[in-house]
């Protein structure tokens, strides 16, 4: 079974980013690279505040809220 879960990323100009990742480290990478390749804010503005775990695709974890996915290939770039 591929886990995936659902964190939340905050960058240190206080900017959120939601995230489907297989874990903490992937998820602020996902939101780095994004803003690097966009060249978004300032570069100090960029680095990392927190990444907290709000979700997971485990049915079997209690801790965190159960979500479910769809199939998408969808980036935040592409419109509908």
Not at 15 to 33: H, L
Request: overall charge negative; proline content about 4%.
């Amino acid at each position: 079974m591929n886990v995936e879960n659902l964190y939340l990323v905050t960058i240190k100009n206080m900017r959120c980013y939601y995230v489907v990742s297989p874990d903490p480290t992937t998820a602020y990478k996902t939101v780095r690279d994004f803003l690097d390749n966009g060249e978004w804010f300032f570069e100090k503005d960029r680095g990392y505040h927190d990444v907290k775990q709000v979700g997971t695709t485990n049915q079997f974890d209690d801790n965190y809220t159960l979500m479910f996915l769809t199939n998408s290939e969808r980036t935040p770039n592409e419109t509908r």
